[in-house]
C-alpha cells in the first residue's frame, strides 16, 4: 500500500463510521497491511486483494464482547449513535452492520456461544474514487 491508498482508506473509514478520529498507516510489523487505530487503541488491520485483476481491501475488526452488548460496544467505540445490528435472513451465526442506511459490513461470531465477533468489512478500488 502506498501513502495515497493510505489516504484514501483512512478517509473512506472516516466516513463510513462518521468518525474523524480513526487514523490508518502503514503496519509496523507487517508492511503489506494498514494498521487502523481510534485514539490510542489499534482496533483492526487492512488487508489487499490484487487477485483477478482487481485491487480490493479487507478491513478486520475483532470485537471484544457478547452478542447482547454488541451494538452498544460499537456505538461507544466508534461515538456514533446510527451504528446499527441488523440481523441477516436465515443465519444465526452474524448481523449486519450499519451505518443509519447504509451497510457497512458482516459481524461473525467467533465461537458457538457468541463471546466475541468479527467485524469483516470489504473495500473496493472504486469506493475509494471519491477520496
Given at each position: 500500500?502506498?501513502?495515497?491508498?493510505?489516504?484514501?482508506?483512512?478517509?473512506?473509514?472516516?466516513?463510513?463510521?462518521?468518525?474523524?478520529?480513526?487514523?490508518?498507516?502503514?503496519?509496523?510489523?507487517?508492511?503489506?497491511?494498514?494498521?487502523?487505530?481510534?485514539?490510542?487503541?489499534?482496533?483492526?488491520?487492512?488487508?489487499?486483494?490484487?487477485?483477478d485483476g482487481d485491487r480490493?481491501?479487507?478491513?478486520?475488526?475483532?470485537?471484544?464482547?457478547?452478542?447482547?452488548?454488541?451494538?452498544?460496544?460499537?456505538?461507544?467505540?466508534?461515538?456514533?449513535?446510527?451504528?446499527?445490528?441488523?440481523?441477516?435472513?436465515?443465519?444465526?451465526?452474524?448481523?449486519?452492520?450499519n451505518n443509519g442506511p447504509?451497510?457497512?459490513?458482516?459481524?461473525?461470531?467467533?465461537?458457538?456461544?457468541?463471546?466475541?465477533?468479527?467485524?469483516?468489512?470489504?473495500?473496493?478500488?472504486?469506493?475509494?474514487?471519491?477520496?
Amino acid at each position: 500500500m502506498d501513502k495515497t491508498e493510505l489516504r484514501k482508506l483512512q478517509a473512506f473509514l472516516r466516513q463510513s463510521f462518521s468518525n474523524g478520529e480513526i487514523r490508518v498507516a502503514l503496519d509496523p510489523k507487517n508492511t503489506d497491511n494498514a494498521a487502523v487505530q481510534l485514539g490510542e487503541a489499534r482496533i483492526g488491520s487492512i488487508s489487499v486483494d490484487d487477485e483477478d485483476g482487481d485491487r480490493s481491501f479487507a478491513f478486520e475488526m475483532r470485537i471484544p464482547v457478547e452478542r447482547h452488548v454488541l451494538q452498544e460496544y460499537l456505538r461507544t467505540r466508534f461515538e456514533n449513535d446510527e451504528l446499527k445490528i441488523i440481523a441477516r435472513a436465515k443465519k444465526t451465526d452474524s448481523v449486519e452492520l450499519n451505518n443509519g442506511p447504509d451497510f457497512l459490513g458482516v459481524i461473525s461470531a467467533d465461537d458457538p456461544k457468541g463471546k466475541t465477533f468479527t467485524l469483516q468489512m470489504a473495500i473496493l478500488d472504486f469506493d475509494l474514487e471519491d477520496f
